[in-house]
């Protein structure tokens, strides 16, 4: 089956610009999350959804970061007024926990790389 | 919430030797502890998991062990090859009935032919 696809692949923008980044998850999955990838570094938690419960936004950087997943399903992960620093890969991942105290394997979709000039 | 701490940073090995990457956890109720292996421009991927009611797992020439008393869990590679060569991330879940995970910051590991 389909996999966990992201748009666009690379980004390029100005510094001040807005930047929309999409993630289509797994069919299915409940659980859907972004990182940040910094060249060479680790990956950096920013946001999680879970079912129908308040997401955790305890990993977004600043308030020019913003995320929403619309019907379960398509998540959108927004940057306001970019700055240099946020160049990076972004990455979205999605799972499907048995249960409430179930932790599953995420599957990774190949990431945007935004570079902020 | 989870502390994940992984060690070492990098790591050399000849063609067919063997490699241990480390990672120890802080919240006891942990119990599900995930490898993923990310080759260069490429997404993460699941190489190995293990649950805490086990303690080891292997899947041909890859092992985790896990020692929930010492609270650490490791990755063995054995022969490995050159494609082995990759970054490796182990993770942790935050406990409470929560599906978000810790990663730790990553092994990169190259294997010399």
């Known amino acids: 089956g389909a996999g966990v696809s992201q748009s666009p692949s690379n980004k390029v923008t100005e510094k001040g610009k807005d930047v929309e980044l999409r993630c289509d998850p797994i069919?299915?999955?409940?659980?859907l999350y972004w990182y940040r990838q910094s060249l060479g570094q680790g990956l950096e938690f920013l946001i999680y959804?879970?079912?129908?419960?308040?997401?955790?936004k305890s990993g977004l950087p600043s308030d020019r970061f913003s995320a929403e997943r619309t019907g379960g399903s398509v998540s959108t992960l927004t940057i306001q007024r970019t700055q240099q620093e946020d160049s990076a890969v972004y990455l979205c991942?999605?799972?499907?926990?048995?249960?409430?105290?179930?932790?599953?394997?995420?599957?990774f979709g190949p990431g945007t790389r935004l570079t902020v000039l | 919430g989870e502390n994940v701490e992984q060690h070492p940073s990098t790591l050399s090995v000849q063609e067919g030797d063997s490699a241990v990457i480390k990672c120890t956890y802080s919240?006891?109720?942990?119990?599900?502890f995930p490898w993923y292996k990310q080759e260069l421009g490429k997404r993460p991927q699941l190489i190995i998991d293990i649950r805490s009611n086990v303690g080891e797992k292997k899947d041909q020439r890859i092992a985790v062990t896990l020692n929930k008393t010492a609270k650490h869990f490791s990755l063995h590679i054995t022969e490995t090859q050159p494609e082995d060569s990759a970054v490796y991330f182990c993770a942790a879940p935050n406990s409470g009935g929560y599906q978000k995970v810790t990663f730790g910051i990553g092994t990169k590991l190259q294997v010399i032919p």
């Open positions: 959804f879970q079912g129908n419960s308040a997401p955790d």
């Open positions: 919240d006891s109720a942990s119990n599900y």
């Open positions: 069919s299915g999955h409940t659980a």
């Open positions: 991942a999605s799972s499907s926990p048995v249960g409430l105290f179930s932790t599953d394997t995420q599957y």
